[in-house]
């Protein structure tokens, strides 16, 4: 009788070395895929930033549909009534209406306890911000502790002479959003593809000591002001020791420009949103690597080069100069 035995096959285990290997090729995938994971990651917040900035455009035009112009930048100063700013006029367009109606418009915006409650509701409205930044999304103390501060500001116009109050800057109405005037895209002669309305404002400067501030044009008063202008600026105007402008930028400088300095003689205005300073001629500036992300007159955005002359800058932040664009 034949007896058959059958060994049992043994698999040898992983050596130390060979596992060490498996480690080193699983730590060589992740490092390579990460970065593409990272970068479609901020491609999709990058996104949802351009997406807010249409939001923006189509309400600017529904309002314009009802009311035949495009809203005022802001309108009034800080101590009269029914004073407001374009974010308040177009709070029905972007799915806000029950804060708008909430919204005490005979108070003046020196009376910042009477909207304070009202407007903390729009502190979770993603519209007024970009995913990709760090900078706070609203104030952070004080009277207006919870309000927004958006991540976007109005184009009142471009001047970028030197003289200029000191730490106020100027402010100029040959744009889109100029405070107290209401413009109508007849008045955009440049034509509304050739004109920005809206930039972003979403990434911190750099003082001179090398420390991150903020800078953007919301300023103290958050989404709540308008602004400290008396009637309509001319163009190159300069603004006198307590004018200023909210939420809205006069351009003077680059794209991209992040450079602070706490002498506030520049325009570019205090880093603080908490404290109050020049607010008129922050840059438009983005977290956005590269560029800047703009909302046209038409409605469509685009993502602007840093290094485009400024000189075309400036002719793009203009609404009827006349001037042929060589892009």
Known sequence: ???????????????????????AIIGVLVSLLLPAVQQARESARRASCTNNLKQIGLALHN????????????????????SGNFWLSILPYIGKTPVYNEWQFQRNSQNLASNVAVVKLLSSSKVFYCPSSSLPLSVESGTNQGAPLPMYAGISGVDDTSSMATGRGRVNSNGVLPPNMYISIGKITDG??????????????IDTSGVKVEMRSSGAFSLLASCNFPGTPGAGGCCSSGDQTYNLTTLRYPLND?????????????????????????PLQSVHSGGVQILLADGSVKFVNEFMDFDTVKLFCQRADGKIINE
Do not use: C
């Open 1 to 23: 009788m034949v007896i058959y035995r059958h060994s049992r096959l043994y698999r040898p285990a992983f050596t130390l070395v060979e596992l060490l290997v498996v480690i």
């Open 258 to 282: 992040k450079a602070y300095s706490s002498t506030r003689t520049d325009g570019k205005g205090n880093s603080s949103p908490s404290t109050l300073g020049g607010e008129t001629n922050k």
């Open 192 to 205: 509304t593809s050739k004109t920005w309305m809206v930039g972003e404002q979403s990434d911190w400067a």
């Open 63 to 82: 309002y314009h549909d009802g009311a035949g112009t495009f809203p005022a930048g802001a309108v009034g100063t800080s101590t009269q009534a029914n």
